[in-house]
């Protein structure tokens, strides 16, 4: 009886361990790319679901990308839509810088590279931000490459985490 209470203690505090690491994150989701490529007319959306108590809270919004470590560019555009709750839409070209050189002289990947991939995340949005009203915010992110069948991207997401003030 003793061992079955020390390992149901073992499995809360496990438990409350993984539930507990990323109280900042209000919403978080990606997208699988096609393995042949990115067509600049295949968007990846995302609808985030905003109650009436979100509003109150302040947000920054991020765009993760997760490419091959042997994709072409140091950059990459996109054309990001939203429409929120009222219908309302705008359009805005976004660009992120995915690559530097440093004080090497030798040029990394922002984000993290394991197994011939890169994962980064990209803030969207610089300032903090609330979400006006209530209701389901719809994003398509759609990439505006030169190319029209963009390769080397992996996964496409988004990441929205409650900034505490």
């Not at 209000?26 to 509003?55: C, H, K, L, Q, R």
């Not at 002289?105 to 979400?131: A, N, T």
Request: hydrophobic letters at 35%; one cysteine or more; glycine letters at 8%.
């Amino acid at each position: 009886m003793k061992s079955f209470a020390v390992r149901l203690l073992l499995l809360a505090g496990l438990v409350m361990l993984v539930t507990s690491c990323d109280k900042k994150m209000f919403y978080s989701e990606s997208i699988d790319v096609d393995e042949s490529g990115w067509s600049m007319n295949d968007g990846a959306t995302f609808d985030i679901e905003v109650s009436p108590d979100d509003t109150s809270q302040v947000y920054l919004c991020y765009v993760d990308i997760r490419n091959r470590s042997d994709y072409r560019y140091s950059n990459i555009y996109f054309f990001i839509k939203t429409v929120t709750p009222d219908n309302n839409m705008s359009v805005d070209t976004v660009e992120f810088v995915m690559m530097g050189q440093g004080d090497d002289g030798q040029w990394h990947w922002g984000g993290k590279e394991s197994g011939g991939y890169v994962d980064g995340r990209y803030p969207l949005s610089r300032q903090p931000f609330k979400f006006p009203q209530p209701g389901t915010y719809h994003f398509e992110i759609r990439q505006a490459m030169r190319d029209t069948l963009l390769q080397g991207i992996k996964n496409i997401g988004m990441y929205v985490e409650k900034v505490e003030m």
